[in-house]
């Protein structure tokens, strides 16, 4: 469905793909999967990932089933302006932690002839919107929606249910501090929450 192709690239303009779901669901795995082929296509590809996420390691994007790949941590969204010169492709994991501006720099980079992919969380912990992703999923040419398994029913999961009673906003964590629900279960859930 993408094209690794570089040929012609001051021709064509940039794009912005988007990888969205709920927690376990594959989003870092896909995206990874997608800048490994930039990479054997000869292209230029520089990755980056939010200052806050050193779940698995410090600087490299790490997925859940510790595939991997080397990243540049940053603190804004601003940043990947100065360090995104002469690429290609632009990855950005964990899209949903950036700040505000992170549209506004996804749009200017694909103007300029990049192809940016970003991943990241399209709801919080509450069945929110979650950060600038319904943003960028609006102004993205190509979204893709991948789904984890409800850890009760076994239904496709697109909700990120919290199992600890902290309220913060962002609170990073695994499988012993969020489970992927359905919609079902993840309503019974909230509904025996407000029942205590």
Known sequence: MFLENKANRDK???WIEVITGGM????????????KRARIAGQK??????????????????????TSIGAVTIHSSERLLLLSSNVDVVGIDEAQFF????????????NQGVRVIAAGLDMD???MPFGSIPQLMSIAEYVTKVHAIC??????????????????????GEKSTYEPLCRKCFNSVKNENNLK
Do not use: M
């Open 45 to 66: 590809v520089e990755v980056f990932k939010p200052h806050i996420d050193i779940r698995y390691h410090e600087s490299d994007v790490v997925s859940h089933n510790e």
């Open 99 to 110: 700040d505000k501006e992170l549209p506004r720099v996804c749009q200017q980079l694909a």
């Open 151 to 172: 850890i009760r029913c076994g239904d496709l999961a697109s909700f990120s249910h919290r199992l600890t009673a902290n309220n913060n906003l962002i609170v990073l």
């Open 24 to 35: 376990f669901s594959g989003k870092t795995e896909e995206l990874i999967r997608r800048l």
């Open 125 to 127: 912990y509450k069945g």
């Open 12 to 14: 064509h303009s940039g």
